[in-house]
Protein backbone atom coordinates (compact mmCIF):
# COMPACT_ATOMS: atom_id res chain seq x y z
CA UNK A 1 0.00 0.00 0.00
CA UNK A 2 1.67 3.25 -1.22
CA UNK A 3 2.00 5.94 1.76
CA UNK A 4 -0.50 9.02 0.88
CA UNK A 5 1.99 11.48 2.51
CA UNK A 6 5.96 10.57 0.71
CA UNK A 7 4.74 7.88 -1.84
CA UNK A 8 6.34 5.36 -0.52
CA UNK A 9 5.37 1.99 -1.30
CA UNK A 10 6.28 -0.42 1.66
CA UNK A 11 3.65 -0.05 5.11
CA UNK A 12 3.10 -2.59 7.47
CA UNK A 13 -0.27 -3.30 9.39
CA UNK A 14 -0.23 -2.45 12.95
CA UNK A 15 -3.70 -2.73 14.07
CA UNK A 16 -6.48 -4.59 11.85
CA UNK A 17 -10.44 -4.68 13.08
CA UNK A 18 -13.70 -5.41 11.49
CA UNK A 19 -16.09 -2.43 10.97
CA UNK A 20 -19.18 -1.78 12.85
CA UNK A 21 -21.13 -3.93 9.96
CA UNK A 22 -18.52 -6.07 9.23
CA UNK A 23 -18.56 -5.45 5.83
CA UNK A 24 -14.87 -4.26 5.56
CA UNK A 25 -12.15 -4.68 7.77
CA UNK A 26 -10.39 -1.87 9.02
CA UNK A 27 -6.32 -1.56 8.87
CA UNK A 28 -4.14 0.97 10.99
CA UNK A 29 -1.12 1.13 8.73
CA UNK A 30 2.64 3.07 9.35
CA UNK A 31 4.74 3.92 6.53
CA UNK A 32 8.62 2.59 6.36
CA UNK A 33 9.95 5.27 4.92
CA UNK A 34 8.50 8.72 6.42
CA UNK A 35 6.56 6.26 10.07
CA UNK A 36 3.54 8.23 9.95
CA UNK A 37 0.15 6.27 9.99
CA UNK A 38 -2.88 5.88 8.10
CA UNK A 39 -5.92 3.99 7.72
CA UNK A 40 -6.96 2.41 4.35
CA UNK A 41 -10.47 -0.22 4.31
CA UNK A 42 -10.35 -3.55 2.58
CA UNK A 43 -13.56 -4.74 1.02
CA UNK A 44 -14.99 -7.89 -0.73
CA UNK A 45 -14.18 -7.21 -4.64
CA UNK A 46 -17.75 -8.45 -5.95
CA UNK A 47 -18.65 -9.99 -9.32
CA UNK A 48 -21.03 -7.13 -11.27
CA UNK A 49 -24.16 -8.31 -12.30
CA UNK A 50 -25.21 -7.07 -15.58
CA UNK A 51 -28.96 -6.41 -15.88
CA UNK A 52 -30.50 -6.64 -19.75
CA UNK A 53 -32.83 -3.61 -20.11
CA UNK A 54 -36.11 -3.93 -22.60
CA UNK A 55 -34.11 -2.80 -25.15
CA UNK A 56 -31.51 -5.42 -25.14
CA UNK A 57 -29.01 -2.76 -23.73
CA UNK A 58 -27.02 -4.05 -20.95
CA UNK A 59 -25.72 -1.97 -17.92
CA UNK A 60 -24.09 -2.90 -14.97
CA UNK A 61 -26.85 -3.33 -11.62
CA UNK A 62 -26.66 -0.05 -10.15
CA UNK A 63 -28.02 -0.44 -6.32
CA UNK A 64 -28.52 3.51 -6.06
CA UNK A 65 -30.82 3.82 -9.32
CA UNK A 66 -32.92 0.97 -7.41
CA UNK A 67 -32.63 2.79 -4.29
CA UNK A 68 -34.02 6.10 -6.21
CA UNK A 69 -36.86 4.32 -7.79
CA UNK A 70 -38.12 2.61 -4.64
CA UNK A 71 -37.58 6.11 -2.72
CA UNK A 72 -39.53 8.00 -5.53
CA UNK A 73 -42.19 5.47 -4.88
CA UNK A 74 -42.23 5.72 -1.34
CA UNK A 75 -42.69 9.63 -1.36
CA UNK A 76 -44.72 11.06 1.18
CA UNK A 77 -45.78 7.35 2.59
CA UNK A 78 -44.80 6.26 5.96
CA UNK A 79 -42.29 4.02 5.38
CA UNK A 80 -39.17 4.42 6.84
CA UNK A 81 -35.89 4.98 4.89
CA UNK A 82 -33.92 2.37 7.11
CA UNK A 83 -36.90 -0.13 5.54
CA UNK A 84 -36.39 1.30 1.88
CA UNK A 85 -32.93 0.74 2.06
CA UNK A 86 -33.58 -3.06 3.14
CA UNK A 87 -35.48 -3.80 0.26
CA UNK A 88 -32.30 -2.35 -2.03
CA UNK A 89 -30.08 -4.33 0.16
CA UNK A 90 -32.27 -7.41 -0.08
CA UNK A 91 -32.48 -7.24 -3.70
CA UNK A 92 -28.76 -6.92 -4.46
CA UNK A 93 -27.40 -9.41 -2.01
CA UNK A 94 -30.01 -12.05 -3.71
CA UNK A 95 -28.42 -10.45 -7.45
CA UNK A 96 -24.96 -11.24 -6.09
CA UNK A 97 -25.65 -14.67 -4.59
CA UNK A 98 -27.29 -15.99 -7.52
CA UNK A 99 -25.44 -18.02 -10.38
CA UNK A 100 -26.61 -15.74 -13.02
CA UNK A 101 -24.55 -12.88 -13.79
CA UNK A 102 -27.23 -11.19 -16.01
CA UNK A 103 -30.74 -10.39 -15.40
CA UNK A 104 -33.55 -8.31 -17.01
CA UNK A 105 -34.83 -5.46 -15.48
CA UNK A 106 -37.93 -7.19 -15.55
CA UNK A 107 -37.31 -9.37 -12.86
CA UNK A 108 -35.23 -6.48 -11.08
CA UNK A 109 -38.68 -4.73 -11.13
CA UNK A 110 -40.66 -7.84 -9.99
CA UNK A 111 -38.44 -8.16 -7.03
CA UNK A 112 -39.05 -4.41 -5.78
CA UNK A 113 -42.58 -5.09 -6.44
CA UNK A 114 -42.76 -7.58 -4.65
CA UNK A 115 -40.83 -6.05 -1.52
CA UNK A 116 -43.35 -2.92 -1.67
CA UNK A 117 -46.23 -4.69 -1.66
CA UNK A 118 -45.78 -5.98 1.84
CA UNK A 119 -44.87 -2.65 2.88
CA UNK A 120 -46.86 -0.14 1.83
CA UNK A 121 -49.68 -0.93 -1.18
CA UNK A 122 -49.70 2.67 -2.26
CA UNK A 123 -45.83 2.69 -2.61
CA UNK A 124 -46.12 -1.03 -4.83
CA UNK A 125 -48.97 0.48 -7.07
CA UNK A 126 -46.71 3.95 -7.57
CA UNK A 127 -43.30 1.41 -8.45
CA UNK A 128 -45.95 -0.59 -10.41
CA UNK A 129 -47.83 2.20 -12.56
CA UNK A 130 -43.88 3.49 -13.81
CA UNK A 131 -42.59 -0.24 -14.12
CA UNK A 132 -45.35 -1.72 -16.12
CA UNK A 133 -45.92 1.11 -17.56
CA UNK A 134 -49.46 1.74 -16.91
CA UNK A 135 -50.99 3.34 -20.39
CA UNK A 136 -54.02 4.49 -19.04
CA UNK A 137 -56.25 5.12 -16.61
CA UNK A 138 -57.93 1.21 -17.15
CA UNK A 139 -54.63 -0.31 -16.99
CA UNK A 140 -54.24 1.52 -13.39
CA UNK A 141 -57.81 0.57 -12.20
CA UNK A 142 -56.89 -3.37 -13.24
CA UNK A 143 -53.87 -3.53 -11.04
CA UNK A 144 -55.56 -1.53 -7.87
CA UNK A 145 -59.06 -4.33 -8.67
CA UNK A 146 -56.56 -6.96 -8.43
CA UNK A 147 -54.71 -6.09 -5.53
CA UNK A 148 -58.06 -5.45 -3.63
CA UNK A 149 -58.93 -8.87 -4.63
CA UNK A 150 -55.97 -10.58 -3.23
CA UNK A 151 -56.51 -8.38 0.16
CA UNK A 152 -60.03 -10.15 0.50
Known amino acids: MKCP ?10 DSRSSDDGEKIRRRRECGKCYKRFTTFETVELIPVIVVKRDF ?3 T ?3 NKLLAGI ?4 EKRPVPLE ?4 IADSI ?10 EITSQKVGEMAMAALRGVD ?3 YVRFASVYR ?7 FLEELNRLMAENR
Do not use: M, N, P
Open 5 to 14: YCGYEESKVV
Open 71 to 74: VKAC
Open 92 to 101: EAKLQSSVER
Open 121 to 123: EVA
Open 57 to 59: SRE
Open 61 to 63: FDK
Open 83 to 86: TIEG
Open 133 to 139: QFKDIHT
